[in-house]
Nanobody
């Protein structure tokens, strides 16, 4: 069974940086499209960024220039570097996997495997 475990969340002040990690087990990240999503209270889950097996990335317009997705295939770990955090970035952040080499679609329904999430809270 595929397992995704997020870590690195926390409560921070606006303007600082955090790096989220997603440890992947029972499959290799190099063979999957991987993504980060977030969900704020009372809102739908939304895509943040994804990365395919070749390393091509897509980042949501609202976080472009501040967030970067990357992966270390040797460590089987997915990352989300978040800089200049803002209160509106407050959400539960999830990593997810799509059983495709090249990402197709970016909606939550396009991803079949999910982690349990890590909370990020940004105060002003």
């Amino acid at each position: 069974q595929v397992q995704l475990v997020e870590s690195g969340g926390g409560s921070v002040q606006a303007g600082v940086s955090l790096r989220l990690s997603c440890s992947i087990s029972r499959f290799t990240s190099s063979g999957y499209c991987m993504g980060w999503f977030r969900q704020a209270p009372g809102k739908d889950r939304e895509p943040v960024a994804n990365i395919d097996s070749d390393g091509d990335t897509t980042v949501a317009i609202g976080v472009q220039g501040r967030f970067t997705i990357s992966k270390d295939n040797a460590k089987n770990t997915l990352y989300l570097q978040m800089n200049d955090l803002k209160p509106e970035d407050t959400a539960m952040y999830y990593c997810a996997a799509q059983d495709r080499l090249t990402c197709r679609g970016g909606a939550p329904s396009d991803f079949s495997e999910w982690g349990q999430g890590t909370q990020v809270t940004v105060s002003s």
